[in-house]
T-cell receptor, first 114, second 114 residues
Framework: NAGVTQTPKFRILKIGQSMTLQCAQDMNHNYMYWYRQDPGMGLKLIYY???????DKGEVPNGYNVSRSTTEDFPLRLELAAPSQTSVYFC?????????????FGAGSRLTVL | GQQLNQSPQSMFIQEGEDVSMNCTSSSIFNTWLWYKQDPGEGPVLLIALYKAGELTSNGRLTAQFGITRKDSFLNISASIPSDVGIYFCAGPRAGGTSYGKLTFGQGTILTVHP
């Protein structure tokens, strides 16, 4: 099992560019999440999904979009990148019901917007 | 909104020393989670607590769910160099079903000198 795989690990974008962060899990988890981590801060929830075809906003969704066409994949789209989106992005997954809060995280994608 | 405050923000200790850190909130939590993040990696779950007053151990780690449900504590005994990292407390956000929508503390950075 690879767990949660994120690509790319590092990326530099110019202001106004767009890109997609990829996330895939092979644990057959229904729930998937995107968090961002800024220096000296805890993680903040961007978007989450409770199953294929279902997504919803988290705490800091502005400037991002997601889709969930399969159980395995949960890509995060950045449109019109801004310096405020410079951060480390973590994808995570979990099982449902009682296991929903036990998250398995990917290794992260470090994004810099210049 | 919900906030989790961790203290201390950082700790510098000698190998073999015991470590204590805590997490407090102005809101009640029904679940407390402690994660560790190694440099360049995503957080990994250490201990999950589900009941007020609960005391749970995982090897040299012991965590407690505060009686008031507004705090939690993590202790590490006989620290070793591989304990280095950032320790986060987390809990499900209020409102509706949690679905792994976690609020994170800002983290405690632990450095262990050999």
């Amino acid at each position: 099992n690879a767990g949660v795989t994120q690509t790319p690990k590092f990326r530099i974008l110019k202001i106004g560019q767009s890109m997609t962060l990829q996330c895939a899990q092979d644990m057959n988890h229904n729930y998937m999440y995107w968090y961002r981590q800024d220096p000296g801060m805890g993680l903040k929830l961007i978007y989450y999904s409770v199953g294929a075809g279902i997504t919803d906003k988290g705490e800091v969704p502005n400037g991002y979009n997601v889709s969930r066409s399969t159980t395995e994949d949960f890509p995060l789209r950045l449109e019109l990148a801004a310096p405020s989106q410079t951060s480390v992005y973590f994808c995570a997954s979990s099982t449902g019901s009682s296991g929903a809060n036990v998250l398995t995280f990917g290794a992260g994608s470090r994004l810099t917007v210049l | 909104g919900q906030q989790l405050n961790q203290s201390p923000q950082s700790m510098f200790i000698q190998e073999g020393e015991d470590v204590s850190m805590n997490c407090t909130s102005s809101s009640i939590f029904n679940t407390w989670l402690w994660y560790k993040q190694d440099p360049g990696e995503g957080p990994v779950l250490l201990i999950a607590l589900y009941k007020a007053g609960e005391l749970t151990s995982n090897g040299r780690l012991t965590a407690q769910f505060g009686i008031t449900r507004k705090d939690s504590f993590l202790n590490i005994s006989a620290s070793i160099p591989s304990d280095v990292g950032i320790y986060f407390c987390a809990g499900p956000r209020a409102g509706g079903t949690s679905y792994g929508k976690l609020t994170f503390g800002q983290g405690t950075i632990l450095t262990v000198h050999p």
